[in-house]
């Protein structure tokens, strides 16, 4: 095998081989990490960032980038606490998913059809979905109605066969993600979208389209983790989530995809998250370390994956120009 197969072996492996050598760093370190009870704490705490990362991976695949996420999730979570004492829970768990999906197709309307920047749009939405969530509670929680908190909370705590419904929850849209990615004419769409937009329309593909859905992919995919991250808490918490977009770029970016667009898979991102979620978990049973670091250590993974990314696009550029 030459060098440049090598290479591109590790570009292409690079997310699964860096989680399977934590693991082992972990596995061996800490005897703790490899307890079953730890090992599902790790996919239940990170199933929302988990469920935020497969959406945000089909916008950066088109090209595109929601900062919005996680102010949609805290709007999402004081509203389910909000309509909690009508006790119904098509209106309870359907509010903030039907309000999460208005956002996104919202966002995805002003990037698609106003032509403004993905980062500008997402970035007022943000700034909107926040606002929205202050002004309702001024500022404060929201806790559930007693009449509904413990059914409510005692779904979010619910295993089947022993698996913790959440992380289910995250497997099951990890699947239809990559079902969609690699199986489907949409997913097809996505990629020559973040590919290239002009070709894309040659091929018949309508690029406003697929913005427009993607954007209210990530919206429902936000909201459900704000339904998620409430039924946890037992209340709305219109501060919290905050990062949480950050965190699910960081895990998309580890996870293979191109910040650029055009290149990437759910199954990379689902490793990123995992990186991620196991580097907080070994600062924690570390105990010596403070929480903090994983901040930068994510921020020093995140910079070296964009500059290798940067690195191999300057090289493909130079032989396309060569040829």
């Known amino acids: 095998m030459d060098k440049k197969k090598i290479l591109d072996f590790f570009r292409k492996q690079g997310a699964l081989l860096a989680l399977i050598l934590l693991v082992a760093v972990a596995l061996i370190r800490f005897p703790v990490f490899r307890q079953v009870d730890n090992l599902l704490n790790i996919l239940v705490q990170n199933s ?17 980038i929601d900062l919005s996420v996680g102010a949609v999730a805290a709007l999402s979570s004081v509203l389910l606490a909000s309509v909690s004492g009508t006790n119904n829970a098509l209106l309870i768990f359907g509010l903030p998913i039907i309000v999460g999906i208005v956002l996104g197709l919202a966002n995805g309307f002003v990037i698609s059809r106003m032509n403004v920047a993905p980062f500008i749009s997402s970035l007022g939405m943000m700034m909107i979905a926040r606002g929205i969530g202050l002004v309702i509670t001024s500022g404060n929680s929201v806790p559930f109605d007693k009449i509904s908190k413990a059914w409510i909370m005692s779904l979010a705590k619910a295993t089947v066969f022993g698996f913790p419904v959440l992380v289910l929850i995250w497997a099951l849209v990890v699947a239809l993600g990559i079902y969609v990615t690699r199986k489907t ?6 990629y020559a979208v973040g590919g290239n937009e002009d070709a894309a329309k040659m091929m018949g593909v309508q690029p406003e389209n697929i913005k427009l859905i993607v ?4 919206g429902l995919a936000a909201a459900l983790s704000g339904v998620i991250l409430a039924s946890r808490l037992g209340s709305g918490q219109p501060v919290t989530c905050e990062g949480w977009e950050m965190d699910a770029i960081a895990a998309v970016a580890i996870g293979g995809t191109s910040m650029s667009g055009g290149r990437g898979s759910v199954s990379g991102t689902v490793f990123g998250v995992l990186i991620l979620a196991i580097i907080k978990n070994m600062i924690n ?3 010596s370390l403070n929480s ?22 300057r090289k493909n550029t130079g032989k396309e120009k060569a040829v």
């Open 215 to 218: 954007y209210g992919i990530s």
């Open 185 to 190: 004419r949409f997913g097809r769409s996505i």
């Open 292 to 313: 903090w670091w994983q901040s930068i250590i994510t921020g020093a993974l995140l910079l070296a994956v964009i500059l290798m990314q940067v690195r191999g696009k």
């Open 48 to 64: 929302m960032i988990g469920i935020i990362a497969v959406a945000m991976t089909l916008v950066i695949i088109t090209g595109g």
């Open 285 to 287: 049973l570390q105990g």
